[in-house]
């Protein structure tokens, strides 16, 4: 069974159905059938082009809640054979994959956790991954999260309804510095770490002293003390930031907790329910509870939802004054976990990226063929243009005198230079593509 033609067979299909010849023709020329030629010109009249559509594949032998129940338990007892987990599983789910297939799942988790390892070691944290600290000045509730690195500091505030931003470099700072604070001389990285233990969660509500906001600017006045009690004054100047940022920094990441909170509920339900059924069986074995007071019901989810949502707490919450409250110590844990997960996603993203393009680059190198390339282009190409490829190749290139004008050549010869090369370049490609399917057919001859 033969597979997909290469993106180079399919240009080369277009370009001699360009010039005229008949399917029948094309496909020998090709060496491929005729039906081949026909479905994918069909394809290129309907689609506009014969690159194939992305095919959803296979569909997984396990989902990827069971993925994640798999790893739970594989991590409450990593002694445990992949047999037993395939019997857990299947008391939860029913059927699941093959041992073989958990085997796999568990081998890819733990390659992943070291990549992730390896990448945290050299991963430097931007003002992406810095969390969201809530402040108070007067009766407003701000959000802010500041980056801030040897030379330069960056600062986002947000109020309740617009994203503020300011990034601030050396110079800028150095200026704004002899402003203020004319009488301080001081290092620029002393200045810049006073600076930024002043807009930390326990010193921000304490250091404003000021907040003026116009149309489209928002200026934060900070008064605070260096070493020896002398006074030190800063002034925020921050401009509003675009949607794309806001949504970056604070909407797509809250939407990512929310999920994230409602799959460890749902995997906390189902510990709860396991859990009631191990007590269930201690009472069916004549165990009782020495204490009253720690009996406890059996675990109802939709009972817990409902006094959950009766609760007062729930209706002090909803308040938009108590909103910050997400970002308290364990909402700003997980708020940075997502941003370091997001950020290793986009990394090994740009690195799959960058193999594909490294290996694109290695299959173009070196001029002299390594291999025959089978049979040449003057073969496959149609009669009226044999000639003009024969003595398209037989001209030597023109030489320019360094006290003369380069000779201008005809627009027709240029174009057939321009068609040439890319038919060479084409060829080219065949021949590597011919090379690759040998290699691999001698590989599995091999084993």
């Known amino acids: 069974m033969r597979g997909e033609l290469s993106s180079a067979q399919k240009e080369c299909i ?11 023709r094309i496909a020998t020329h090709q060496s491929i059938s005729e039906s081949c030629v026909r479905y994918n010109l ?5 689609n506009g082009t014969m690159v194939n559509k992305t095919r959803s594949g296979r569909p997984k032998a396990m989902t990827l809640e069971q993925e994640s129940a798999l790893i739970a338990r594989s991590k409450e007892d990593p002694t445990k054979p992949a047999t037993q987990l395939k019997l857990d599983l299947e008391e939860t789910y029913g059927h699941v994959a093959s041992i073989s297939v958990i085997k796999k799942c568990l081998s890819d988790w733990k390659t992943e956790m070291a990549d992730l390892l390896e990448w945290r ?3 430097k944290p931007d003002l992406k991954a810095a969390k969201w600290a809530p402040c108070r000045y007067k009766e407003k509730t701000l959000l802010v999260k500041s980056h801030f690195a040897d030379e330069t500091y960056q600062i986002m505030v947000y109020d309740g309804l617009r994203m503020w931003q300011e990034q601030c470099d050396k110079e800028q700072f150095q200026q704004r510095t002899k402003t203020l604070n004319p009488n301080i001389e001081a290092p620029l990285g002393t200045l810049l770490h006073h600076l930024q233990d002043s807009v930390s969660e326990e010193n921000m509500s304490h250091s404003i002293s000021k907040l003026t906001q116009k149309e489209d600017a928002v200026t934060i006045h900070m008064a605070t003390q260096l070493e020896g009690a002398l006074p030190f004054t800063w002034q925020f100047h921050l401009k509003e930031a675009l949607h794309e940022e806001s949504a970056e920094h604070l909407t797509t990441p809250l939407m990512s907790m ?13 510990i709860l329910k396991r859990k009631d059924a191990e007590i269930d069986d201690y009472k069916a074995s004549g165990a009782k509870v020495s204490r009253k007071h720690l009996e406890t019901t059996p675990f109802d989810d939709k009972i817990f939802i409902n006094n959950m949502n009766e609760s007062k707490e729930f209706g002090v919450l909803v308040d938009p004054n108590q909103s910050t409250s997400a970002f308290q110590e364990s909402g ?3 708020y940075r976990q997502i941003k370091m997960r997001d950020a290793f996603n986009n990394a090994q993203l740009i690195q799959e990226d960058s193999d ?5 680059d290695l299959s173009g190198v070196g001029d002299a063929p390594t291999a025959p390339s089978g049979p040449s282009w003057r073969k496959r190409l149609p009669p009226s243009l044999v000639e003009a490829a024969q003595t398209g190749t037989n001209q030597s290139p023109d030489r320019v005198s360094p006290k003369k004008s ?11 230079d321009t068609e040439m090369m890319r038919r060479q370049a084409l060829e080219k490609k065949l021949a590597e593509e011919q090379t690759k399917l040998k290699a691999k057919k001698k590989k599995k001859k091999l084993f």
């Open 14 to 24: 277009l370009v001699l159905h360009q010039e005229g010849l008949s399917n029948r």
């Open 356 to 360: 594909e393009e490294y290996e694109d």
């Open 332 to 334: 700003q844990d997980l």
């Open 42 to 46: 069909k394809k290129l009249k309907e």
């Open 121 to 123: 070691r050299h991963w």
């Open 406 to 416: 380069p000779r201008m050549s005809s627009p027709g010869s240029s174009t057939q």
């Open 258 to 270: 929310v999920a994230e909170l409602l799959r460890r509920q749902k995997e906390l339900f189902r």
